[in-house]
């Protein structure tokens, strides 16, 4: 019979699936309240109800690529789901995420969002015909939040085009009187701080990479409970927290890979646990020495 203290009940069901299909069950995404993520959670949760006025307070979230914001915002959505609204006009979209254009440009913003709601639109239409779109279709399916992931992207450009778009970012927010939620890299807090009127209407929310301490090792625990392992792995203690820590950088999507990986290979070597040696088996690089041109000319 093996160990099941260590696990969650859902993993410890998962224990006797077939070993295929508790593979299937270790590659699924899951989600992992720690405390930063319930604290922004919570910010997103106050400025949803936030009383409608011309000045509304706006919202950026940013960090590591991979750090888990996107995720955040994920699970806020699904809090917050459309409605088929059957007895209204039009289907309710009380939060709406979209991505910024690869590059600065105010008509490929518009483009993103009509594509969002569905709405037929053309490319080549003037800037200022979507831009009333857009209005007059949000406004009509009642969204009171926009959320605009990789604004970052609008570093890309001039000068020029990236206060074109930002001064679009802050008219949609005060004609609508809806708080924005910008998310996005450390260098989106340059776009927003490169407009002083924008960046007094934005209030700061980092997810900051791990380090070792409590809160991390408490994460360690909860993945370990919902990794269908048979045997404890003991993440939390060391020397495997800190290897952990090293191999991810501080980075919770990594951390998550690299812990969905190590639980298959050790399920597939039936080890049932993610030890030292699982580890040092893996063909894993951390996020930085993928970013470095390799020196080789195989």
């Known amino acids: 019979m093996p160990e099941v203290a260590h696990l969650s009940q859902a993993a410890q069901a998962a224990l006797m699936l077939p070993d295929d299909q508790r593979i299937a069950r270790i590659s699924g995404a ?9 604290e922004i959670l ?26 888990g914001k996107t995720m955040i915002v994920n699970r806020f959505l699904r809090r917050h789901p459309a409605d088929d609204n059957p007895g209204g006009d039009a289907v309710v979209v009380p939060v709406l995420a979209v991505q910024a254009p690869p590059s600065p440009s105010e008509s490929r913003l518009y483009d993103a969002i009509l594509e969002a709601v569905f709405a037929p639109y053309k490319a080549r239409e003037h800037v200022s015909t979507k831009q009333f779109q ?23 450009g001039s000068t020029t ?17 809806i708080p924005l939620v910008g998310v996005g890299t450390l260098e989106a807090v340059r ?22 301490g ?6 360690l625990a909860s993945f370990e409970r919902m990794l269908p392992l048979k045997r404890p792995s003991h993440l939390a203690r060391e020397p495997i927290a800190t290897t952990l820590l090293a191999m991810t ?7 998550a890979t690299l812990l969905k990986i ?37």
């Open 42 to 67: 919570t910010k997103l949760g106050d400025l949803l109800t936030y009383p409608r006025q011309p000045r509304m307070p706006n919202l950026l979230l940013y960090g590591a690529t991979g750090n």
């Open 262 to 298: 190590a639980a298959i290979y050790a399920v597939r070597t039936g080890v049932e646990r993610i030890d030292a040696a699982i580890l040092a088996g893996l063909e894993w690089e951390p996020p930085s020495a993928r970013h470095t041109p390799s020196l080789g000319h195989g």
């Open 134 to 156: 857009v209005l007059r279709i949000l406004r009509g399916v009642q969204t009171q939040m926009l959320i605009i992931d990789e604004v970052h992207h609008v570093l890309v």
């Open 30 to 38: 899951r989600w992992i309240g720690y405390t930063r993520a319930q």
């Open 161 to 177: 085009q990236q206060r074109v778009v930002m001064n679009a970012v802050k008219y949609l927010s005060n004609e609508l009187q």
């Open 191 to 212: 776009a927003i701080q490169a407009d002083p009127q924008l960046a007094s209407r934005f209030y700061r929310a980092e997810v900051p990479l791990w380090r070792m």
């Open 249 to 255: 950088e501080g980075t919770i999507g990594e951390l």
């Open 214 to 219: 409590r809160e991390y090792r408490k994460l």
